[in-house]
């Protein structure tokens, strides 16, 4: 039995050896870089990168939350007709009183950019529409950017294909290619409208790819400009690498990288499981029960009745059986009285009468110690007449 055990901790330290070298020499550790999304407010403003790009390019940008009475406040206290207006939506239409407003301050001199969204009731005003086609994301992948001339720079951008505006009315300048139309400029009155199939060139993902941030610049620069206000509204969609990505659970993070390790240390279970379930040789007999004896368990109940203060009922029937056995050994000395019969037994052992008469008589005992002599008076003196009467 003791060599099968010598003979499994070898296999198991033997199979620990070959796996601890297996992973030395098919695993090094290196360093890699993990994409984690945006941080801090790039989090939660999907056109942050846009706005610093045209600061830093010197044009004074102002970014604000559309909500109910943002319209008013811009339009009315914070741009002047010679700023520009960037209106992003997600979903949200304007009202009446609203478009109104918008169109009022463009066609007194704003410039005013906006983002097509299906549906759009300000768009039908200049009776646009904006169609979807039905590209899946590795079409839109291999169509290369829109590329056209502006300005005599010839520039690339990567509108989605996805999207095509179609208008009524002529613009005087439009950016199409042979998939659709991505953005329609007009002149308004003394102002300027520009409308966009989709603004996902100048999100926080693709600002920097190809001309986009350019194309921004030119777009704002249509004229001179003293200031550009970006209004978007509170849920407009943020990037996917922006989304708040979930923390993997623990055995997921362990699987990803160190799936070697949780095989190792199954297997291992596994041998350890197996080496355990083994059993060589037969049981073992129960050892038998020790037995007590007699003398423990009255040991034990007289240390039960003392600690319950009931050592009076011990000691008065330990008297009984004495004056019993006086009474069949010595018949004339039950009758006598209780100093003349510790006379008589203090004759026939070797205790005095007085500690007899004590035994015999005392009902107040209140130590231990003379309780337990008590006790061994009456019982030697219970074997002396059990000696006579044989």
Not at 57 to 71: A, C, E, F, K, W
Not at 161 to 182: A, V
Request: hydrophobic share 45%; charged share 20%; net charge positive.
């Amino acid at each position: 039995m003791k060599h099968s055990h010598i003979i499994i901790s070898f296999i198991i330290i033997s199979i620990l050896v070959l796996i601890v070298s297996w992973f030395y020499n098919n695993f090094k550790y290196v360093s890699e870089t993990v994409e984690v999304g945006y941080q801090g407010e790039a989090r939660e403003n999907p056109i942050l990168a846009a706005e610093r790009f045209l600061e830093r390019m010197g044009t004074h940008v102002r970014s604000y939350i559309l909500n109910d009475d943002m319209i008013w406040d811009v339009l009315e206290h914070l741009l002047i007709l010679e700023d520009t207006l960037i209106l992003l939506r997600n979903g949200l239409h304007l009202t009446e009183d609203q478009q109104s407003s918008l169109l009022r301050w463009t066609q007194a001199g704003g410039h005013l950019i906006i983002a097509a969204q299906p549906n759009d009731a300000l768009l039908k005003k200049f009776r646009i529409t904006l169609s979807k086609k039905n590209f899946n994301a590795n079409q839109i992948d291999q169509i290369s950017p829109i590329a056209f001339n502006w300005q005599g720079y010839p520039l690339q951008v990567t509108f989605n294909p996805n999207y095509d505006l179609q208008s009524f009315y002529t613009p005087y300048r439009k950016i199409s290619d042979k998939f659709g139309t991505y953005a329609i400029f007009y002149h308004f009155s003394q102002g300027y409208i520009t409308i966009l199939s989709d603004w996902a060139f100048i999100k926080n993902n693709q600002i920097g790819e190809y001309d986009n941030a350019q194309f921004l610049w030119h777009l704002v620069n249509l004229r001179s400009t003293r200031q550009v206000a970006l209004l978007r509204n509170q849920n407009l969609e943020t990037d996917s690498t922006d989304s708040k990505t979930e923390m993997p659970s623990l055995w997921q993070l362990l699987w990803t990288n160190m799936s070697a390790i949780v095989i190792s240390a199954i297997l291992l279970l596994l041998f350890w499981l197996w080496a355990i379930s083994r059993r060589f040789g037969c049981l073992l007999p129960d050892p038998p029960r020790a037995r007590r004896r007699l003398l423990e368990h009255i040991e034990a109940s007289g240390q039960f009745l003392w600690r319950q203060e009931q050592a009076v009922i011990l000691l008065t029937t330990t008297r009984k059986v004495l004056l019993k056995r006086i009474e069949s050994v010595y018949p004339d000395w039950i009758r006598l009285s209780p100093r003349k019969l510790s006379q008589k037994l203090a004759q026939i052992s070797d205790f005095s009468a007085a500690d007899i008469e004590t035994a015999l008589q005392e009902t107040t005992i209140k130590t231990e110690i003379a309780f337990t002599r008590a006790i061994q008076v009456l019982t030697q003196i219970g074997k002396i007449l059990i000696t006579k009467k044989n």
